[in-house]
């Protein structure tokens, strides 16, 4: 699985919060594994948006789309996942 360069502005919220160590290692998981069980992936409401989300940690989430090609993934967002 690809993954796509992530925008500078999540790189920015993940260093804010201390976050970029347990993302670089969540996205190693998910490429080697996308069904990892520490991902805890999720298609998100509503479901034909076609957006889905993984655990970065127990209180963040990064949401992604899989590109046209399916084989990349393009990281949209890192959010607090109770917001």
Known sequence: MT???VHPDITSYLTRRNLLKKF???ILFF???PRHPSLN???MEPKNKGIYSF???RKYRALFIFRDDA???E???ATDHYQ
Do not use: F, G
């Open 3 to 5: 993954i796509l360069p």
């Open 24 to 26: 670089t290692k969540q």
């Open 71 to 73: 084989n990349a993934i």
């Open 41 to 43: 992936v999720e298609l």
């Open 55 to 57: 655990r970065i940690d």
């Open 75 to 77: 990281i949209l967002s």
């Open 31 to 33: 490429e080697s594994n």
